[in-house]
């Protein structure tokens, strides 16, 4: 990306250097937003899009101790962490720009500064910040997965490593997680991307069906087979085949089905002879690896058939920033679909979606937003405008029935900091721990 295609917002307490900055950029940048108050940062991030962010590390004249500026970097990465922030600091404050960019700061600037100086550094953070891996898997049709958290990007890892062969491949994940896109990028980055992708919902499946869907019929084997039925392996020939939902089979099922894995042919109703069969056999389940290792319900010798490589899709509430990032996927795609002006969050109204447990997962934010699209009368959303439905709530609250520790942790700091009006001091006192514990607990749970 060219300087002169950047949005750049500009945060000094110092009116002269907002003004040196805006003449300086405003001939060779698309747009330099700048505001001496560091409150409105937060405000100007939701109504644009920027590129950079260039903040100053001290916002009180009388105390220059830089804990401003690195707290409100915390702030905008927090809400953007894909973003760039440069500091601004005095010489004698090195020291503190270095802590600074442990904590996230791209690059700082020393006053006094050169002109020549301050656009090498901007140009060199800008087409950086564009070349950066994108959040998202492009896949060969239309579809998008989004995801910049650590659980999603292992998921993406493993994925690149896993498409180019021909293993076979169990998804497993909650209902909403999105396993069907994964097992469409894994077709779609494979060496039978120009091949069938077939999808069957097995799980739904009667004994009848299952046999005469799966393997194909000839004409009379039943009373109503008035003609020859290719079965979906036969249609996914020399492609993939993606059998959904396979923890819900019953163990008849499981015995053909792991004859014809075996073997590498069907047998269609009402034939004598069998045909030979090309697949990539990718399955997926909301049941647990652990559910699935009992015999009485799932046979091993299927499992080790089908499982060659696993690959655990996280739920939406393990996903960290990657609900903010979905939101704007979704709030852009419905403001489109419906013919309206582009939208934007509120903070208290990202905060809402932060909280909510989303058991349904992605699946269940994509309609929260698209009903909040419909429904909003402005174009800023606020938390009145975010509805969630009865079946969409857990069916006790976290704070009361939780048991996993980490959970409990989470949930506790979230309280404390919210009563203290996102004091970190008094929040720390509160929980008798040092800021700099808590500071690593946020850390840790993407907070």
């Known amino acids: 990306m060219l300087l002169n295609n950047a949005n750049i917002l500009i945060i000094d307490d110092d009116e002269d250097v907002l003004i040196a900055f805006r ?35 001290n916002f009180n004249g009388l105390v220059n101790t830089g804990n401003e500026g690195i707290f409100w970097l915390k702030k905008i990465k927090k809400q953007k962490p894909e973003i760039d922030v440069i500091l601004i600091t005095a010489y004698g404050d090195i020291d503190l720009a270095i802590r600074s960019l442990k904590e996230g700061a791209s690059d700082f600037i020393v006053k006094p500064w050169q002109n020549e100086k301050i656009l090498e550094t901007i140009r060199e953070h800008v087409e950086k910040h564009k070349k950066k891996q994108p959040k998202h898997l492009n896949l060969n049709t239309d579809t998008k997965i989004i995801g910049e958290s650590v659980p999603m990007q292992d998921v993406f890892v493993k994925l690149k490593k896993v498409a180019p062969t021909d293993a076979n491949i169990l998804i497993l994940g909650e209902n909403g997680t999105g396993k069907d896109l994964i097992a469409k990028a894994i077709h779609d980055n494979s060496l039978r991307k120009n091949k069938p992708f077939v999808k069957v919902d097995v799980g739904s499946l009667t004994d009848t069906l299952f046999e005469s869907e799966l393997f194909g019929y000839k004409k009379g084997a039943f009373t109503d087979a008035r003609e020859d039925r290719k079965g979906r392996f036969e249609i996914a020939n020399g492609g993939t085949l993606f059998l959904d939902e396979i923890g819900n089979i019953t163990l008849r099922q499981q015995a053909r089905l792991l004859s014809v894995l075996q073997n590498r042919q069907v047998t269609p109703l009402g034939a004598n002879q069998p045909t030979p069969i090309d697949i990539r056999l990718i399955c997926a389940t909301n049941v647990s690896i652990r559910d699935l290792a009992d015999e009485e319900r799932f046979r091993k010798d299927l499992i080790y058939r089908i499982n060659t490589v696993d ?3 996280p739920p939406l509430r393990e996903r960290g920033t990657d609900i903010t990032l979905l939101a704007h996927y979704f709030l852009d795609y419905y403001a489109k679909k419906y013919g309206k002006r582009a939208f934007s969050m509120s903070l208290d109204f990202i905060q809402k979606l932060k909280k909510h447990h989303f058991s349904g997962n992605v699946r269940e934010l994509q309609y929260v937003l698209e009903r909040a699209i419909i429904m909003a009368e402005h174009q800023l959303l606020d938390p009145e405008d975010l509805t969630f439905s009865a079946i969409e709530q857990p069916l006790f609250k976290t704070s009361q029935k939780e048991t996993n520790l980490d959970a409990l942790e989470k949930n506790t700091i979230l309280t404390v900091i919210e009563n203290n009006n996102g004091n970190i001091s008094k929040s720390a006192k509160e929980l008798g721990i040092t800021r700099a514990a808590l500071y690593r607990r946020l850390h840790k749970y993407d907070l």
């Open 311 to 313: 690959i655990l899709i």
């Open 23 to 57: 003449l300086l950029l405003k001939s060779k940048v698309k747009a330099v937003v700048t505001n001496k108050n560091p409150n409105t940062i937060l405000s100007l991030m939701q109504e644009h899009s920027f590129d950079l962010v260039v903040l100053d590390m």
